[in-house]
């Protein structure tokens, strides 16, 4: 009979530690989410701007790419009109394909070559994990 009766401090005392252990737990977990959600918001920020970044300096320079190619092209085919023209004009042509070629090489090297997005979030959410499971 006197098993089953324990003192009611030591039941209380066992509730307690039970309680901020799970709190103290609870406020972990929660504060690494918290600083993942901080650090992924900060990623997409700096990536948001460094797009728009290289997406306008992409516009302006193929508008004025664009428009030093049209000069030039008009002044060779004008300086060639009497003799050569059409020699001219292939030539330019073909001087033109193998740049769109270089381009397109180029831009699919830098696709397959890019880092990972939100490398950094997955990094420290690995570590975390590393950290809290044995």
Same mark, same amino acid.
């Given at each position: 009979?006197?098993?089953? #009766?324990?003192?009611?401090?030591?039941?209380?005392?066992?509730?307690?530690?039970?309680?901020?252990?799970? @709190?103290?737990?609870?406020?972990?977990?929660?504060?690494?989410?918290?600083?993942?959600?901080?650090?992924?918001?900060?990623?997409?920020?700096?990536?948001?701007?460094?797009?728009?970044?290289?997406?306008?300096?992409?516009?302006?320079? #193929?508008?004025?790419?664009? #428009?030093?190619?049209?000069?030039?092209?008009?002044?060779?085919?004008?300086?060639?009109?009497?003799?050569?023209?059409?020699? !001219?004009?292939?030539? #330019?042509?073909?001087?033109?394909?193998?740049?769109? !070629?270089?381009?397109?090489?180029? !831009?699919?090297?830098?696709?397959?070559?890019?880092?990972?997005?939100?490398?950094?979030?997955?990094?420290?959410?690995?570590?975390?994990?590393? @950290?809290?499971?044995?």
């Amino acid at each position: 009979m006197d098993e089953n #009766l324990t003192p009611p401090s030591a039941a209380a005392q066992s509730r307690a530690d039970d309680g901020p252990s799970v @709190r103290r737990i609870g406020g972990a977990l929660l504060g690494l989410l918290e600083g993942h959600v901080e650090l992924l918001g900060l990623e997409i920020k700096e990536e948001k701007a460094r797009t728009l970044r290289l997406l306008t300096y992409a516009a302006l320079g #193929l508008v004025f790419g664009l #428009l030093l190619v049209i000069g030039l092209s008009s002044a060779i085919v004008i300086a060639a009109w009497d003799e050569h023209r059409m020699l !001219a004009i292939l030539g #330019l042509c073909v001087l033109y394909a193998i740049g769109v !070629a270089i381009c397109f090489g180029k !831009a699919k090297s830098q696709v397959r070559n890019q880092a990972r997005p939100f490398h950094d979030t997955l990094e420290e959410m690995a570590r975390n994990r590393e @950290r809290l499971l044995p």
